[in-house]
């Protein structure tokens, strides 16, 4: 079965630095899809950034960026130039390439300060 | 705003009661998603309809049961209810299924349910 570990409960950064969220999933697919979604506050789960693993390069939006090893099995997300509103709860997201059914890890709580 | 809607916003009923929660998914959308928050098991899947067929079946109670409506919409129905119920239910909606990357699901605001 897979699973996604994500092992940094906590974090603080401050308003315009940079910060990287780490996350490992354990699979034996060769191909899969990866996403980070948010939970601010309001509670919404917002999607931020998909990677195809397949697909070599990195996928990046905006201040989002991720880094994919497949090999080591690792998807961190990286947030430069943080902005208060980035203050949320972050999930490293796995999705098998036959199903639709998403598997979370247990979530990042950031928080940005100014 | 996700474009998907779910009714009501709060629940909160007592022990051995029934509950139905409602879900609206955006608009073309054929895909309907359950998923539960809690805070000792974290975010699962419970359940996914495709055009009224249930298509995949997560870590749902046998207490538990959902369908998807002619209209897209879709109900979860939570009966004999126990404290451990209590969670966020989201609902999310996504254009197909087994779609790729692109397809992706989006999520409403969530019921949050409280069991007394």
């Known amino acids: 079965a897979q699973t996604v570990t994500q092992s940094q409960p906590e974090m603080s950064v401050q308003e315009a630095e940079t910060v990287t969220l780490s996350c490992t999933y354990d699979t034996s697919e060769n191909n899969y899809y990866l996403f980070w979604y948010k939970q601010p506050p309001s509670r919404q789960m917002i999607l931020v950034i998909r990677q195809e693993a397949y697909k070599q390069q990195n996928a990046t939006e905006n201040r989002f960026s991720v880094n994919f090893q497949k090999a080591a099995k690792s998807f961190s997300l990286k947030i430069s130039d943080s902005q208060l509103g980035d203050t949320a709860m972050y999930f490293c997201v796995f999705r098998g390439l036959s199903t639709d059914k998403l598997i979370f890890g247990t979530g990042t709580r950031l928080q940005v300060f100014p | 705003d996700s474009g998907v809607t779910q009714t009501p916003k709060h629940l909160i009923t007592a022990t051995g009661q029934r509950v139905t929660l409602r879900c609206s998914p955006r608009?073309?959308?054929?895909?309907v998603y359950w998923y539960q928050q809690s805070l000792d098991q974290g975010l699962q899947f419970l359940i996914q309809y495709y055009n009224g067929e249930e298509r995949a079946k997560g870590n749902i109670l046998e207490r538990f049961s959902a369908q998807q409506f002619p209209d897209l919409h879709s109900e979860l129905n939570l009966s004999s209810l126990e404290l451990g119920d209590s969670a966020l239910y989201f609902c999310?909606?996504?254009?197909?299924?087994?779609?790729?990357?692109?397809?992706?699901?989006?999520f409403g605001p969530g019921t949050r349910l409280t069991v007394l």
């Open positions: 608009s073309g959308d054929l895909s």
């Open positions: 999310a909606s996504s254009v197909a299924y087994t779609g790729g990357p692109t397809d992706t699901q989006y």
